[in-house]
């Protein structure tokens, strides 16, 4: 019998691995047996001692075995730890850490997911096709045109009879599944949706705010009236922990995940991986990195950069530390300057420019890594201390005898990646799917230059990430003079993109590079014109703020207002007709000709925001909410929205949003100053100039290189300190 797997998760009460396969004809769920197992490194007579106390535990089949425990390293003698009762291991490996003081022993594979040590047992993986009589693949994860299973999908929307923001205790009011409204009695509905899902037996279970709110509810309704509600194929659903988190300079809340059994719930609202790729996206990267789709969509693409080196090491025979701890190697001062910089800038010139054209290397990064070979076991290896390849002003050999960890994960994703691209030209009819998956790599391969520099990550250095820089310097900063010679002038440039005028020709630059460097340089646009902004406070060209009209008739724009998810739509939407204006000039003369048009646009909104005109739906601000709410210091418009949800029971945590609407920015009520959306009546007055501001500002980010700051436009429209309307 032949079947995709879907779904697989660790039964703990059985010590057992679940697995769901979809196949031709239906689902069948399959019940393994799997022992897990971590191993431990120490001195010779550690490891012989330490079985006799293993034994206290009921650990008796311990052993003796011979495994790389890093990457590059030769194999030596460690000790393998099997446990049977999957709750335990955790606790045992922490127990043998403490034994050893916490220094002593060194432990390894102690906290890989079990679903990936069991594909990896058994050579499958997700979304793959296998026999499921002998557990055998019969698909390769790296097959670019494959079988995809037929899966049944199903979309659910519940309504809440609330007034403002729903609660558990907020009565059910309907549930919609596809194209069929469940209403009536509470109890009545809770009934027919498990028996409207097992009637439609979908595979995958789309909601939005299901992780967050919706899936939780359902099940708080159904147990006040016990009733029993089962979504998935078989009861007790997997329900993770909320956590807030620090990522890229920026707090962010991850809700509770809601995980069906033997069904994939995809929540649309909460899941980045899905937004940007789609379901094809998803199942590829699955895959690749051996998570089944349900738990991928839940995560970051680093998280799957980080499965697939895992999965390639332990392939190689390399054993994975537990509590990795690689310190930073003793530097200079001298060397700490050389070493300690980011990636190529040339500060964009203001202003508008005419005939510009943008290119942009491919994957420049994960292209590095892969054609100078940089991994953590392959900078400063013993093997080859005179290599002629080292990174530029960095004094450090990289490894010309093997191919290192890093290098051997990215090359099959950048080839592939290129070729979904090709493909989605060449086969129109399967377009959406090759682009989503062309969309899933490319934040793979972003997100892979990152890690290489996180304390966190596994297979984290932070010499790869000086010498991927130290190269990408290198490589721009030629590149630039190239163009130079070829007779452009460099007007802008940022770690992989160089904005050029001139009268050179950028397909003979883009071919010159990549014969030096065989990284591709490609064309990525061509300009009537685009304007490079300045930053607020220096006024010095704004390394990503610009906006440009491009050959093709596209406006592309970066950095600005109505790029921000925090603007209002007001706002929003008169920082875009300001470039549909400027879109009609043709070249720089008529488009500064044109420029008084956008304070005609300005002149316009204002008149609204005074005159009342504006529905409070348009003026909505929303906000990230970074600390704790007893951790403000300050009084604002966030921290007012914070101290109403409060009032109300609600409360909001790190990373999560709050949406309000300003009522009286100077009031020090928090019900006076804001209102939270949620709560709007539809009655309350807004206070107009608070808006009349955000206005201003957004149009001055447009004109400002034109001579036209903040104070000169708010001296035009006479600005004042608030007025309710």
Not at 430 to 442: G, T
Request: overall charge neutral; glycine content about 8%; some cysteine.
């Amino acid at each position: 019998m032949k079947g995709w797997i879907i779904d697989c998760y660790p039964d703990y009460d059985q010590d057992r691995m679940v697995l769901w396969a979809r196949t031709e004809s239906g689902v069948e769920r399959l019940e393994k047996e799997f022992v897990p197992e971590f191993f431990v490194s120490s001195s010779p007579e550690r490891l012989r001692s330490l079985p006799k106390k293993l034994r206290m535990l009921g650990l008796d089949d311990c052993s003796l075995e011979r495994r790389r425990t890093g990457l590059g390293e030769r194999e030596r003698e460690v000790l393998r730890v099997p446990v049977r009762h999957y709750a335990d291991l955790a606790d045992i490996a922490r127990t043998v850490d403490r034994w050893g003081g916490y220094s002593d022993y060194r432990l390894f594979n102690v906290d890989l997911r079990l679903d990936q040590r069991y594909f990896l047992l058994h050579h499958i993986f997700p979304m793959g096709l296998i026999d499921l009589t002998e557990m055998r693949s019969m698909d390769s994860p790296f097959r670019h045109q494959y079988r995809l299973p037929p899966l049944r999908e199903s979309e659910m929307e519940v309504t809440v009879d609330a007034h403002g923001i729903p609660t558990f205790d907020d009565p059910l009011l309907r549930v919609r599944v596809d194209d069929v409204t469940l209403d009536g009695g509470e109890e009545s509905v809770l009934n027919e949706i498990g028996a409207l899902i097992r009637e439609r037996d979908p595979d995958i279970i789309y909601t939005d705010r299901g992780d967050d709110f919706y899936l939780q509810y359902l099940t708080r309704r159904a147990e006040e009236h016990q009733v029993p509600l089962h979504l998935g194929r078989e009861g007790g659903e997997r329900v993770g922990k909320s956590k807030s988190y620090f990522t890229y300079g920026r707090i962010v809340y991850k809700p509770p995940a809601y995980k069906l059994k033997g069904r994939m719930h995809i929540d649309r609202e909460q899941s980045f991986m899905f937004s940007e790729s789609g379901l094809y996206g998803l199942i590829d990267l699955s895959r690749l990195s051996g998570i089944p789709s349900q738990d991928l969509s839940r995560l970051s693409p680093g998280s799957a950069i980080s499965a697939m080196q895992v999965n390639e090491a332990m392939r190689t025979g390399h054993l994975i530390l537990w509590k990795k701890n690689l310190p930073e190697e003793f530097k200079t001062a001298r060397e700490l300057v050389m070493c300690d910089r980011g990636g190529f800038i040339h500060d964009p010139v203001v202003g508008v420019h005419e005939r510009v054209t943008e290119v942009d290397f491919s994957s420049l990064y994960p292209n590095i890594m892969v054609r100078y070979n940089i991994s953590p076991e392959t900078l400063g290896c013993e093997c080859c201390p005179r290599s002629s390849r080292r990174a530029p002003g960095i004094d450090l050999p990289i490894c010309e005898r093997r191919r290192g960890l890093i290098p051997r994960v990215l090359e099959p994703l950048i080839s592939r990646r290129a070729a979904a691209k090709r493909l989605a030209k060449e086969m129109p009819e399967q377009r959406e799917v090759f682009e989503q998956r062309s969309k899933i790599l490319k934040w793979v391969l972003v997100t892979c230059f990152g890690y290489t520099g996180y304390r966190n990550a596994r297979f984290g250095r932070i010499e790869c990430h000086e010498a991927i820089t130290a190269y990408g310097r290198e490589i721009l900063m030629r590149s630039s003079e190239l163009a130079r010679e070829m007779g452009f002038r460099v007007l802008h440039g940022i770690v992989d993109s160089l904005w050029l005028s001139g009268e050179g020709d950028p397909r003979a630059l883009c071919d010159a590079v990549q014969r030096e460097f065989q990284i591709p340089l490609e064309i990525e646009g061509t300009y009537r014109w685009i304007v490079f902004l300045p930053c607020v406070t220096t006024g010095v060209g704004a390394l990503n703020r610009y906006y440009g009209l491009l050959r093709s008739g596209e406006m592309k724009k970066r950095g600005i207002a109505m790029r921000r998810s925090d603007t209002p739509v007001l706002v929003r939407e008169m920082q875009g007709e300001m470039p549909l204006l400027l879109a009609r000039a043709s070249d720089a003369h008529t488009f500064l000709e044109m420029m008084p048009g956008t304070l005609e646009i300005l002149d316009g909104y204002i008149s609204r925001l005074r005159n009342g005109e504006v529905p409070l739906t348009k003026l909505v601000l929303t906000k990230r909410v970074s600390k704790l709410p007893e951790e403000y210091v300050h009084f604002n418009h966030s921290t007012a929205a914070i101290r109403q949800l409060e009032s109300m029971g609600f409360r909001v945590p790190p990373g999560k949003s709050v949406r309000f609407v300003i009522l009286d920015g100077q009031s020090k009520d928090p019900w006076e100053r804001v209102r939270v959306k949620e709560l709007i009546e539809g009655d309350e007055s807004y206070d107009a100039e608070s808006y009349v501001r955000l206005a201003a500002r957004a149009t001055v980010e447009l004109i400002a290189p034109f001579g036209w700051d903040y104070e000169r436009v708010g001296r035009r429209l006479d600005l004042s300190e608030g007025k309710r309307v």
